[in-house]
């Protein structure tokens, strides 16, 4: 059974940093491409970064240049480090898989979500 289990949400102030994990089980995560997304309260969800196989990023323009996805999968596990954070970045953060190597795949599992504050 596929679990992927975030961690790492918290609240902080603008221009502050946070460190969100995912632990994922139940299926071989180096044959996937991995992502994060979130949703914001009254917003659609939104793709923030993704990781293919070969460890390749594609991020978002909104958090492009503060944001950092990689992957360990001897751990089993997608990163994302937050940096010079603001309010708008305020969201429910989701680890998500995909359904191939590439991140122009859909995607088909998801984590439960952290929530991520952003306030002074």
């Known amino acids: 059974q596929v679990h992927l289990v975030e961690s790492g949400g918290g609240l902080v102030q603008p221009g502050g940093s946070l460190r969100l994990s995912c632990a994922a089980s139940?299926?071989?995560?180096?044959?996937?491409?991995m992502g994060w997304f979130r949703q914001a309260p009254g917003k659609e969800r939104e793709g923030v970064s993704c990781i293919d196989v070969e460890g390749v990023p594609t991020d978002s323009d909104a958090v492009k240049g503060r944001f950092t996805i990689w992957r360990d999968n001897a751990e089993s596990a997608v990163y994302l480090e937050m940096n010079n954070l603001n309010l708008e970045d305020t969201a429910v953060y989701y680890c998500?898989?995909?359904?191939?190597?590439?991140?122009?795949?859909?995607?088909?599992?998801w984590g439960q979500g952290t929530q991520v504050t952003v306030s002074s």
């Open positions: 139940g299926f071989i995560m180096d044959l996937y491409a």
């Open positions: 998500a898989s995909y359904l191939s190597a590439s991140c122009t795949s859909a995607n088909d599992f």
